[in-house]
């Protein structure tokens, strides 16, 4: 009996520490991204992993979606969420996880280049660019405004100064495995489908955690 009412005291002191994390966890993120993100994440489960898989729960479809991505055997790229596709609209949360490309031109001096600028929300809420730049090489066959275009598409996370990316290092210190993926997302950027679904079967993770799902949804989702 004794050993049950630890065990019973323990889950309650868990759940309540997760619940106070969770809490700072949409506290620093806001209200409006928090409820976007939580949007995501429904959505994402109950249109996308349930068509996908409809035989399973939604713990049992995250690990075969990262089972199916670690193994080369995704085939439904196309069909996964997009930001855009959500509604965001009154919301910052795809900035402050993400910086996009907003600028792109081709410099055709004395040593060409194409330059491109991200566009970052920083710390005080206003947006700011950063430009970026590769040597151009004029190539005849290959059309100016295609590479243009698909420069365009291009983004990178916004760490550390994105309210996502914060709002996981603050709450999530005691989590290895979070903290691992914050380190690496701040060393090398975005991680590759395939090394991300790999870490994280590796991690034998908790499928119905608030923060794992979050993780994986805005992974997959840009």
Known sequence: MKNL?????????FSCSNREEVLEFEKILGIENSQALTLMVSNFENEFLKTEYPNLTSE?????LLTDMRDNKFQSWNKLPKFDETDLK????????NAYVDSVWIETNENPRIVWQYNFLGNNGTFYKKDYWSSYNKNPSVNKDSIIEDRYTWFVINYPE??????LSKTCQKDKFIMDYLNF????????FEIMASRMLSANL???DFFIKRIIVTRVSS
Do not use: H, M, T
């Not at 049992?60 to 075969?64: G, I, K, N």
């Open 185 to 192: 997302s701040n060393s090398f950027g975005r991680i590759p």
């Open 60 to 64: 049992q479809a995250y690990e075969r």
């Open 5 to 13: 009412i630890a065990f019973i005291l323990l889950l309650i002191v």
């Open 162 to 167: 994105g309210r996502y990316w914060k709002a």
């Open 206 to 208: 908790d499928y119905s």
């Open 90 to 97: 009154q919301s910052q949360l795809k900035f402050e996880i």
